[in-house]
């Protein structure tokens, strides 16, 4: 399910952010946890409109987009720190996910995915058989056979 992190992708991304003005991708914070058999997928949007969350999975891209407002009418700015407009976040989802059973809620400004294991990529016990071999003595030598048989 996650990427490991990549710090040379990492520092271009920083680069980037810095020299661009576009606001349009604006960074969604997240945590991503295994809970047993089911991933749990946190992505921080204060103040979005819950009608403007998209989720969508096509093939293992997972994107998730929202918007916040911005304020309207006239004002002076003093301080203008919370990004507004679209924010977007695409993440290439591993194999073994059940990509059809993906649920979402939103609730107190918390977008949370739960991405269930795959019934084939769950972890699960296989049992071994065996045999072990029965000692019999029958007038003086030594006979072995199956447990079970006679």
Do not use: C, K
Not at 51 to 71: F, M, N, P, W, Y
Not at 106 to 132: C, F, K, W
């Amino acid at each position: 399910m996650a990427t490991r992190w990549d710090p040379v992708q990492e520092m271009d991304r920083l680069f980037a952010s810095m020299l661009t003005t576009n606001r349009d991708a604006a960074p969604m914070p997240m945590d991503l946890v295994r809970e047993g058999d089911h991933y749990v997928l946190a992505l921080d949007l204060p103040g979005a409109d819950p009608g403007t969350i998209d989720v969508s999975v096509e093939d293992r891209s997972l994107t998730i987009r929202a918007e916040r407002t911005a304020r309207s009418g006239e004002a002076d700015w003093l301080v203008r720190e919370r990004p507004s407009g679209t924010f977007a976040r695409q993440l290439t989802l591993g194999r073994g996910l059940a990509l059809d059973r993906i649920s979402a809620s939103y609730a107190d400004g918390v977008l949370s995915l739960t991405i269930p294991v795959s019934e084939q990529a769950r972890p699960r016990r296989i049992e071994v058989s065996h045999s072990s071999p029965a000692t019999q003595i029958a007038t003086g030598e030594t006979v072995e056979h199956e447990a079970g048989t006679s």
